[in-house]
């Protein structure tokens, strides 16, 4: 059984999952087959290869289609591997605190705490029934769509009262952790807030207090767009900007330009479209500027929105996602400092990806 375990002199948890071990990779199999776009036989995640999966949690389809069959666009799945263990037993969050309080846990996890049965929810999203890698190759709708799914999830996961921290998340290409090539993103939920995103909340709430309660990234992006050097693109609502302290090389990161804690722009069509269609260009500039590991570029997509804790205040957060290239691995300096070493200064990677002609059309 997945279990969570501490390290109780830094705090820092960790997840023990033999399960993920049997995880299969699909690369090799699927390579030299059909064009982009076309149904693969072995794979899990075409359209008319339901029976491959576990049964859908939720799914956006066309109308009169049936759960686990065809006329789906983005389809929520368990993993088959889960990193996380089946709460089934555990039917609510105060049952939760209860059960972590009786294995000598707390939430959040605390200096003494040693180890729990790692409670959670791994889900699979598939993006698109289409066959396609990378989100530049999806259409507009398409990434629209897997938006759209993004937010339900969460909105789910947080109303049911057992989560307090859900990660969203996206590996595309071999370098970046992906084991099955066609687009995916995938969400694990917890019961408590990791140590290092508890820090970041920490200290933006430090900031509020000190500046007369103003957001911490309100102002920073006001900065950024007045300074405009690391700025890629800047759209009515949404900003994508290469961050000062990049830990990767063409780091990027797009924000709503007005505050919102969480996803409340992807219940407005025009906004959500806006925002789509700017994370689309944004992968395509990648692409055409980051040096290609065997002519594909890998990346993580990372979500970060406000956990479901009040400690600090509820809408101290400013939601963001980040775009990760998987240029280098983290290596030994990495490892043994948390410093990473970026041999692009994120201003020349910006003014780079500013220089792209988008060509590309829907
Ligand atoms: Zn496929
Ligand atoms: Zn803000």
Redesign the pocket.
């Known amino acids: 059984m997945p279990e969570y375990r501490q390290n109780p002199l830094t705090g820092q948890a960790v997840i023990v999952s033999a399960e993920r071990s049997a995880r299969p990779h699909h690369f090799d199999i699927d390579a030299g087959d059909s064009g982009i776009g076309e149904k693969k036989l072995g794979c899990p995640f075409c359209e008319g290869n339901e029976h491959l999966t576990p049964g859908e949690i939720a799914a956006i389809r066309e109308s009169g289609t049936i759960a686990d069959q065809a006329g789906w666009r983005v389809r929520v799945i368990p993993n088959k591997y889960p990193a996380v263990c089946d709460y089934s037993e555990i039917p609510t969050f105060l049952e939760f605190h209860q059960y972590f309080n009786s294995c000598g846990l707390s939430i959040p996890l605390k200096l003494s705490d040693r180890s729990a049965p790692a409670f959670g929810e791994h889900e699979v999203l598939v993006d698109t029934p289409r066959h396609v890698v990378s989100v530049s190759e999806m259409t507009s709708e398409e990434t629209v769509n897997m938006f759209r799914m993004y937010r339900m999830r969460l909105l789910s996961l947080y109303s049911c009262g057992r989560w307090v921290y859900v990660q969203i998340f996206k590996n595309v290409g071999v370098a970046a952790g992906a084991s099955i090539p066609h687009s995916h993103s995938q969400l694990i939920a917890i019961p408590f807030v990791p140590l290092s995103n508890l820090e970041e909340i920490r200290r933006a709430a430090e900031f509020r207090d000190r500046k007369g309660g103003e957001?911490?990234?309100?102002n920073l992006?006001r900065n950024e767009i007045k300074n405009t050097s690391r700025v890629v693109e800047e759209t009515d609502s949404f900003v994508a900007i290469c961050p000062f302290a990049s830990r990767f090389a063409s780091e990027v990161e797009i924000y709503p330009k007005?505050?919102?804690a969480f996803l409340d722009s992807f219940d407005d069509e025009v906004k959500l479209r806006e925002f789509s269609d700017l994370v689309r260009r944004t992968v395509y500039r990648l692409e055409r500027v980051v040096f290609w590991i065997k002519g594909k570029l890998a990346y993580n997509f990372v979500f970060h929105v406000e956990p479901f804790v009040h400690d600090f205040g509820s809408d101290l957060f400013?939601w963001r996602l980040s775009i990760l290239p998987s240029l280098a691995r983290a290596a030994g300096f990495e490892w043994g400092t948390g410093l990473h070493i970026n041999p692009i200064p994120p201003e020349t990677a910006a003014e780079k990806l500013r220089e792209q002609v988008i060509d590309k059309t829907d």
Do not use: D, M, S, V
């Not at 957001?215 to 309100?218: A, N, S």
């Open positions: 957001c911490y990234w309100c992006l007005h505050h919102e400013h």
